[in-house]
Every structure is written in C-alpha cells, then in structure tokens.
C-alpha cells in the first residue's frame, strides 16, 4: 500500500512539474540573436538566469534588424550581425512592465519600455541582454517576434515601426541631452497627440520647444524636425489609447522607483538589525567573561 502511495505521489509531482514548465514555456520566450557563437549563447542564458531549453527559443537575424530600422538609423548602429538578445515572460493584466539590460550601450530600460507601450506590448517582464557591449537594436525586434509568437495574434504593424522610430529618436536625442530628459521630452509629446494633430508644423515646433524648456533644454532645428517627423507618425495610432498606456508606463516607472527604495532601506534596516544583534552577542560574551571594553 504504502508503494502504490508513493507511486501515486511521485506521478502527482511530475504531473505538476511538468504543467509548470508548460506554462513557463507558454508565457516566455528567449530570442537570440543569429551571430552568436554557442559559449556567447550560454552567457546570455546566465544573465537571464534560466538554462537553454527551458522556454521557447526564437531568432532574430540582421535582416530582420533592418526591417524595422533601416533608414531610421545609421548603418553602423545596426551593423552586420545581430548580436543583442532578449528574454520575456508575459504577465497577467495589470501587472505592469518589468525591464532590465545588460550590456546594451544605446538603449536604456526607459527607452525600451516606452517603444514596447507604443507597439502595443505591455504586462510583461524582459531582459534586454548582449555577451558584450553593443548597441541593442536587434532586441526591438526580437522583442516584437517573441510577444507576437506568445500570444498568437500579430502587432499592429504601424504601431510597431512608430515604436522602433520611437526608440531610435529618443536614443538619438540622449546622446545630445541625456537620457531621462530625452525620454521626458518624447513622453510629454505622447500625451498631447490629440492637439498636435490640429497644430501646423510651426506651430507644433514651437509647442516643442516649450516642452524642452521646461527641463532647460535647448534643441537644434535637426533635433526638433525628427521630433516633429516622431510626433506626426505616433498621430497615426490611436492616440487616446496611446496616451492611456503612457501614463500606465509612467507608473511603472515610478512604481519601480519606489520599490527599489522600499527594498533599499529594508536592506538598510536589516544592516541595523544585524549590528544591534552583533552588538548584543559581544556584550553577552563580555560579562559572561568579565571583558571590559578597551
């Protein structure tokens, strides 16, 4: 009796284990990029911290790379190889957006969040993540496969170019004023689509002008007619949607803020604990042996 027990028991567990990696692999995905060797492989797979097999494994590949981004960018940002990678977990509804990179040099979490938010991508957890220092535009489009292939129904295909032409003219942008007050610019933008929609190109000029303004920016006449090009093409989506999922992005962002200083000063606290703990045991010890403090 007690074998046919455990028998019962050991099937119950595999059973469960084995649901378990399905839902991981139905809700995840890895996407690598084509140019990799096998040991580079296996350096992403550390840094998303899952072992290769565990999820789903999809490729992206330079043409693929140059379908979204070729004329948005210089060729030497996309380059020849398709290197950075990405792994994502689809989240339940109302979760929020979870971004974390590693060794991407040309796109901050940020960037990456908002692109994802315009292409229509949103509740999920990814890992943005290169063996070495690269730039990072083969992960957009990874990004994009991995989302389409989870959930089975495809992006919005203007949303998702609005989305990479997002993310290169803010990364182009930080690299002249800075990264939080780029993303801050272009976000602002995003949120008054339904009156720049009715604003002539000066007169939407001048709006941005205003807006950069405000965070002591000055932009050149290059910076303010791509912004202007990004502007007229986020009009062409559904613009109160958009605006919707902006100010959702902005709280996740500001959500993952407070948490990592909740999660600072409980560190901080247990460092207190821990002393006063320490502190404790040697005073113990110094009157159990007559110690005095020198």
Known sequence: MKRIISV???ALLLCGCTAALADSESSSRAVIGADLSNSEIQQVYDIFGIDRGDVKELTVTNADEREYLEGLVSDSLIGTRAISCIFIESL??????????????????DMYINAMVTAGISDANVI???????????ALTGIYKAYEDITGEKLDATAKLVGTQELTTTAELADEIGSADSTAIVNELK???????????????????GIAAKYDVELTDSQ???????????????????????????QYL????????????FFHN???SISDVIDAIIGFFQRLFGIADE
């Not at 303010?224 to 902005?250: G, H, N, P, S, Y």
């Not at 500001?254 to 000063?265: Q, T, W």
Request: charged share 30%; with cysteine; proline share 1%.
């Open 191 to 209: 949120l008054i689509l339904d009156k720049t929609k009715d604003m002539s190109d000066e007169e939407l000029r001048q709006e941005i002008i």
């Open 92 to 109: 339940d509804e109302g979760d929020g957006m979870s971004v974390s990179v590693k060794n991407i040099s040309w796109c901050t979490s």
């Open 270 to 272: 247990i460092g207190d």
């Open 254 to 265: 500001k959500d993952a803020i407070s948490d990592s200083g909740r999660v600072a000063e």
């Open 224 to 250: 303010l007619d791509k912004l202007i090009e990004l502007c007229r093409a986020m009009e062409k989506l559904d613009t109160t949607q958009l605006k919707e999922k902006v100010e959702q992005a902005q």
């Open 8 to 10: 019962l028991l050991a």
């Open 128 to 138: 943005f993540a290169a063996p070495f220092s690269v730039s990072g535009t083969a």
